[in-house]
């Protein structure tokens, strides 16, 4: 049993147990920290990352809002830390604020971090736009067929969709170009590259990528999936 005002007992139990995946104790052990040390940015993160694992995603908007609030106040102390960066970009990435995210990691890259991370995260983070322009091009073909909408300012509507999307994966491909230069054993690299490629229909691109990918994973079904 842990000594209530133990700090340090008590963040090394936390570890414990999300090592066990122990998601639900581990939360009540974290928000335990916080009561004692609100600022913890390590237990922030954390508390946030348990409740996206135990669904609870509203719960953990105000943590990451806390974490990234931290964040910013060690940034003004070191503003060329990477690991602060990063997890500041993953805060407001969570919270919706994705031009704030995508701005953080350009500047991570300007400051000259020649980062696997760093790359892959921006792709990432770039690609979930791409699947929410997804979403609106499914929806307004739906709308149209619905309600046999195909007038010019619909059909203009679609297309610029669709426009939109080719030049979010146009700005992405390069960053997972930088992931598999930067380790060309990186097997998810390889596989948004391709996948990225395949969108823009550079089929002997995407090929190339994913034949990488199964290569270095030959049971990987994704991978199979699109070649």
Request: proline share 2%; hydrophobic share 40%; charged share 25%.
């Amino acid at each position: 049993r842990l000594a209530p005002d133990n700090l340090n007992a008590k963040v090394n139990y936390a570890t414990i147990l999300l090592n066990q995946q122990k998601f639900k104790e581990a939360s009540n052990v974290l928000e335990e920290i916080l009561k004692l040390d609100s600022k913890n940015v390590e237990s922030l993160l954390n508390l946030a990352m348990c409740y996206n694992y135990l669904g609870e995603n509203e719960k953990s908007l105000p943590v990451y809002d806390s974490a990234a609030k931290a964040l910013e106040e060690k940034l003004k102390l070191d503003p060329k830390n990477k690991e602060i960066l990063l997890n500041l970009a993953m805060c407001y990435d969570h919270l919706g604020e994705k031009d704030k995210s995508l701005a953080i990691y350009d500047s991570a890259i300007a400051l000259g971090f020649n980062d696997k991370d760093v790359y892959f995260n921006l792709g990432l983070l770039k690609l979930s736009q791409a699947q929410h322009i997804t979403s609106q091009i499914a929806a307004t073909r739906d709308s149209m067929l619905i309600n046999q909408k195909n007038s010019k300012g619909w059909v203009d509507k679609l297309n610029k969709l669709i426009t939109d999307q080719k030049k979010v994966f146009e700005q992405t491909e390069p960053d997972f170009l930088k992931v598999v230069e930067i380790d060309s054993t990186d097997q998810e690299g390889w596989y948004h590259l391709g996948f990225i490629q395949y969108q823009l229909e550079k089929n002997k691109e995407a090929k190339v990528a994913l034949e990488k990918l199964v290569k270095l994973a030959p049971l990987n079904q994704d991978g199979w999936g699109l070649l």
